[in-house]
């Protein structure tokens, strides 16, 4: 489905500053349209003049009237019962709101139908058509009139081109819904009308009384525990329901912690006429989100620090192995004992990577660079010839713990594999080749090198060797994947490649 920018870029030829203000009001009516109980389309003009609707939003708090999807559609003229909205060429042109004298009947629905000119830089640049089901006849109770004063602000700010404002958020904070908690006030920071949830949620924190008439900012200094958290909330208050409407740079949204609970609070200033009308506070409380949220905290921390520990007792179990290979006076069981301190050191080092790991995923080229210069270090040059070299060509990227343990073992044995048995004691420049191919589906690593080649009748699965019977059993149980060992084709030396399904 094409986004909002490519139905602008298609259809209109708006600059770039108006796209953007169309951009945030998209971004934001979801709380017209929770406040109205109604249904919004956004229509802007397209080639020829012909209108067009580019975005659309239902309510959360009603059922929506519009049962299919009209993004994309032409405003079509007459106006037919899906969709279309007669008064949003009026409204275009008039710049003014424009609403049906009486509600439309549609079937079984009787709707009521606004349009709303958005203003930006003095010029309407679009046109929000709002459809509302208006069936119901019963008296409207006092959230829904709170609701619907707040909304028909917001409107006149819509026509003013001050909704929505281009406040900050540097924390990236969620936006409250209406139905979190919802709570009017005047332009003397007065409470005139709270919602029972955003009166539980006040409560929650601290508040026992009701919040009729009580000034916001006293109810937030008493209850927060953070003095210069006080302060801002207050800072913030102030510039809800201020005569100056706030800039880019001053936050409208705040996470506050008081005694017993958390909350997010967002404050929308209503303003039409350069007057003030006071301010809608959201809030949500967050106190459960956020006791959840430092159990994960504790909990990868203590998973890390897990890792951390692994890492050390291998590190010790692979000093005591390289301490009694030093010990020995036997040829082969120092061997056996080096090759269990490379294997030992190769598992430490993933575990060392996942320990400032926050997410349990291994950065693989790290891992193969770090693993790759020990295995040189501690290969001495074959007869007085050059040290063997790794180059690593391309990138493996990250995987998770569970594939990247096992990989990196294989990859060790096979480098190793490499360096002990793949080139003869007098070759010059001896070179591995590391190198990989990546997609959604699998990981191809291809492990080459300049050397002898393979002997005569090769046979990797009847091969008896520990570390070929160690890098075939993880390649096939742990990694579900698939090893190839061969000559190179066209030149000399050893090919390998391994195929590592990621789903």
Same mark, same amino acid.
């Given at each position: 489905m094409a986004t909002l920018s490519d139905l602008l870029a298609e259809h209109t030829s708006l600059p770039d500053a108006a796209a953007a203000h169309l951009q945030r009001l998209v971004a934001e009516w979801q709380l017209l349209a929770d406040l109205s109980f109604a249904d919004y389309l956004l229509a802007v003009s397209g080639d020829g003049g012909n209108l067009v609707y580019v975005a659309q939003c239902r309510p959360n708090t009603a059922s929506t009237v519009f049962q299919h999807d009209e993004v994309g559609h032409r405003v079509q003229r007459p106006a037919s019962p899906q969709g279309a909205n007669p008064l949003i060429n009026?409204?275009?042109?008039?710049g003014r709101i424009e609403q049906e004298g009486i509600a439309?009947?549609?079937? !079984?629905?009787?709707?009521?139908?606004?349009?709303?000119?958005?203003t930006f830089g003095g010029q309407v640049i679009a046109v929000l058509g709002r459809a509302a089901d208006a069936s119901e006849t019963r008296p409207a109770s006092p959230l829904e009139a709170a609701y619907r004063d707040a909304a028909q602000?917001?409107? %006149?700010?819509?026509?003013?081109?001050?909704?929505?404002?281009?406040?900050?958020?540097?924390?990236?904070l969620s936006t409250p819904r209406a139905g979190d908690g919802f709570i009017r006030i005047d332009p003397d920071g007065r409470v005139v009308y709270s919602s029972p949830n955003a009166l539980s949620a006040v409560h929650r924190m601290g508040w026992t009384t009701d919040l009729s008439g009580v000034v916001v900012a006293d109810v937030v200094a008493r209850l927060l525990t953070d003095p210069f958290e006080s302060v801002d909330a207050a800072g913030m208050l102030e510039a809800a329901v201020g005569a100056v409407l706030p800039g880019p740079d001053l936050a409208l949204r705040m996470e506050l912690d008081a005694r017993r609970a958390n909350v997010l609070v967002r404050a929308v200033p209503l303003r039409s006429r350069g007057r003030s009308r006071g301010a809608v506070l959201l809030i949500r409380d967050v106190t459960e989100v956020k006791?959840?949220?430092?159990?994960?905290?504790?909990?990868?921390?203590?998973?890390?620090?897990?890792?951390?520990?692994?890492?050390? !007792?291998l590190q010790s179990v692979?000093?005591?192995?390289?301490?009694?290979?030093?010990?020995?006076? !036997?040829?082969?069981?120092?061997?056996?004992?080096?090759?269990?301190?490379?294997?030992?050191?190769?598992?430490?080092?993933?575990? %060392?990577?996942?320990?400032?790991?926050?997410?349990?995923?291994?950065?693989?080229?790290?891992?193969?660079?770090?693993?790759?210069?020990?295995?040189?270090?501690?290969?001495?040059?074959?007869?007085?010839?050059?040290?063997?070299?790794?180059?690593?060509?391309s990138r493996l990227g990250v995987l998770s713990a569970d594939l990247a343990m096992p990989l990196v073992m294989v990859l060790t044995e096979v480098l190793q594999n490499s360096i002990e048995h793949g080139f003869s004691p007098d070759q010059q420049g001896a070179l591995i080749v590391v190198d990989a191919v990546r997609d959604v589906?699998?990981?191809?690593?291809?492990?080459?090198?300049?050397?002898?080649?393979?002997?005569?009748?090769?046979?990797?699965?009847?091969?008896?060797?520990?570390?070929?019977?160690?890098?075939?059993?993880?390649?096939?149980?742990?990694?579900?994947?698939?090893?190839?060992?061969g000559p190179v084709p066209g030149a000399r030396g050893t090919r390998v490649e391994l195929e590592i399904p990621l789903h």
């Open positions: 009026t409204a275009l042109t008039s439309t009947r549609f079937g !079984n629905l009787l709707l009521e139908r606004i349009a709303i000119p958005v602000a917001l409107c %006149e700010m819509v026509v003013e081109g001050t909704f929505p404002l281009d406040e900050a958020n540097t924390l990236g006791r959840r949220d430092l159990a994960l905290i504790s909990k990868d921390a203590t998973i890390r620090e897990i890792h951390h520990r692994v890492k050390n !007792n692979s000093a005591l192995l390289r301490l009694q290979a030093r010990r020995s006076s !036997n040829a082969e069981t120092t061997q056996a004992l080096g090759e269990a301190v490379r294997r030992v050191s190769s598992i430490a080092l993933v575990h %060392e990577m996942l320990s400032g790991s926050v997410d349990e995923e291994v950065d693989l080229d790290a891992i193969v660079d770090r693993v790759s210069t020990s295995l040189v270090d501690v290969t001495l040059p074959h007869g007085g010839g050059a040290r063997v070299s790794i180059r690593r060509d589906r699998a990981l191809n690593v291809r492990v080459t090198d300049n050397g002898s080649g393979l002997p005569d009748g090769f046979d990797l699965a009847a091969s008896d060797r520990l570390g070929l019977q160690i890098v075939r059993t993880l390649v096939s149980n742990d990694l579900r994947g698939r090893i190839d060992i």
